[in-house]
């Protein structure tokens, strides 16, 4: 197959190595020609990380490089895919703009699957000519590791893309769930539960963020705790999707105010350096402090 990753960012860059691993033709498009850049070297990395660990093989590190094509043109990523596959920001207005955009360029049959992990997909196929064609694909960070992928189906989606898309996933060595057009679907619903009710511990004093990641990576059994998680994530991404969970579900989805300050002062997590940790070259050297005030 074809695959068009729309978003060279670090969900669309992980989406475009498991495509590529799995043997398909891979276009990594981004506005940014240093994005792309920088998403086609994070693979590399990825898989030379992969080599030093005996979990990737040198000639199959080579085979998917070489089945990867970066570029800043949408025109020349989607043209002739068989799957779109669109991780563009979390908005409801760029996304229209991204599908409308793809569609101009692709066959009727083409798969256009977005990787949102919170917007409603039957809102975001609503723009196509084509809204069967529409499915959600749910990855997971990071994806050359996590091995599930959540099929959003839309209203209008049709029981011939459900079957494509779980042949996709499965192709790809992923494991897929099925869920319906809710607010939140199922894991992102779960997820951020979890971690806003971490973040409530942490503003009222009930313990600090090492010591709640702790409690759920020892007595739980989860890789990474939910406030280690949430700082991974983008404490950004966070506040959008409980403001638009608040919205559509009510208040048990209120955002805290540590994670509205934090926000405002621009401490998003890992990709600033500081959120509720403080981040440096990818590892966490310290806490960002102020635990139990209101």
Do not use: C
């Not at 997820?191 to 963020?209: C, D, I, K, N, Y």
């Not at 105010?257 to 621009?266: D, E, F, N, T």
Request: charged share 25%; no cysteine.
């Amino acid at each position: 197959m074809h695959v068009a990753i729309l978003g060279a960012g670090t969900m669309g860059h992980g989406i475009a190595q498991v495509s590529a691993m799995a043997g398909h033709d891979v276009s990594l498009r981004d506005i940014d020609a240093d994005i792309v850049d920088d998403g086609l070297a994070a693979i590399e990395s990825n898989l030379q990380e992969g080599i030093a660990r005996e979990k990737v093989t040198e000639s199959t590190a080579e085979a998917t490089l070489d089945r990867l094509t970066g570029t800043t043109s949408l025109e020349a990523a989607v043209t002739g895919a068989d799957l779109v596959v669109e991780a563009v920001p979390e908005e409801m207005e760029i996304k229209h703009e991204t599908l409308t955009a793809v569609e101009s360029h692709v066959d009727p049959a083409t798969l256009i699957a977005s990787n949102t992990s919170s917007l409603s997909l039957t809102e975001i196929a609503s723009v196509l000519d084509y809204p069967e064609r529409a499915i959600g694909l749910h990855f997971f960070n990071p994806v050359h590791i996590m091995a599930l992928v959540e099929i959003v189906v839309a209203e209008q989606t049709s029981a011939e893309t459900i079957a494509r898309a779980r042949e996709f996933v499965n192709g790809i060595d992923k494991t897929p769930v099925e869920v319906a057009d809710a607010p939140g679907f199922a894991s992102s619903r779960l997820g951020v539960s979890l971690g806003v009710e971490a973040m409530r511990m942490v503003q009222e004093g009930v313990a600090t963020p090492q010591d709640i990641d702790t409690a759920m990576e020892l007595g739980y059994n989860h890789p990474m705790g939910p406030i280690e998680l949430g700082d991974v994530v983008g404490l950004d991404v966070r506040l959008d999707i409980l403001e638009y969970l608040r919205d559509e579900l009510g208040e048990r989805f209120r955002p805290p105010q540590i994670l509205k300050r934090k926000v405002r002062a621009g401490k998003l997590g890992k990709k600033s350096g500081e959120g509720f940790y403080v981040w440096e070259d990818g590892d966490i050297v310290g806490t960002s402090g102020e635990w139990g005030d209101a």
